[in-house]
């Protein structure tokens, strides 16, 4: 299974981090480039299985595109060699304000960067879906796919974002636990049906409604900042 290198795939936030990491390598001459960025549910517990991660989905940053890997660019060299300057990478990503695992004490990484520390999320925040939180997500594409790719269906990660998505508009569904209980599904039901959404017909917690809810939240968000 193939790494990700998409862009678009990282958080917007983070993403024009990495963009100023790349201006950051260039302008001191170094030759890096982003291995692997993304992470889905398969990748990880793949990675995991054959020990190339201790993670398991949702436990590691890339899983909410908050994190990359990068790797030497010098034709002829092995991407990983030892030869590459891994201290000058990490120098580079500290400047612009990430985190670089090389000085972690354990499971050191020089590849490693991340970006979680751009919004003082814990690990804990983010699987409680913290990047529902829309004054962090101004880019409403990202939100949208990283909510309904396959990754994220049916985890309670997603479930969490939708109930924040929810109060923010103005329903009441409880406790941000990630849990689709009854209150979670009133509340919903509450917010959607005005739309013109059948909510005896249409699964709730699916992607039928997560669209009408984003879409409601857009509107909202757009007017605020009108
Ligand atoms: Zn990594």
Known sequence: MAPDRDLEHLHPVYRAVVAGLYDELDRRGL???????????????????????????????HNYGLASDFVGDVSG??????SHDWGAYG?????????WSGRWKTFRELVHNGGRGLFSYSRGDLY???????????????????????DM????????????IVIRLGGDPGDV????GPRTHDAMALIIAPCGIDTDAVDLSGAEA??????????????VCE
């Open 153 to 164: 269906a049916k985890t309670s990660t997603r479930i969490a974002c939708m109930q924040r």
């Open 91 to 99: 120098e580079c990503v500290e400047a612009v304000g990430l985190e």
């Open 77 to 82: 060299i092995n991407p990983w060699d030892n």
């Open 31 to 61: 030759r890096f480039r982003m291995h692997e960025g993304y992470r889905g549910r398969e990748r990880q517990e793949d990675g995991k299985k054959r020990g190339k991660s201790k993670a398991s989905f949702l436990q590691s940053d």
């Open 177 to 180: 636990d990630g849990i689709w």
């Open 210 to 223: 997560l669209a009408v809810l984003l879409g409601e939240l857009r509107a909202v968000v757009t007017k």
């Open 128 to 150: 409680r879906g913290a990047l529902a939180d829309v004054r962090d997500d101004p880019e409403w594409r990202w939100l949208e796919w990283w909510l309904s790719t396959d």
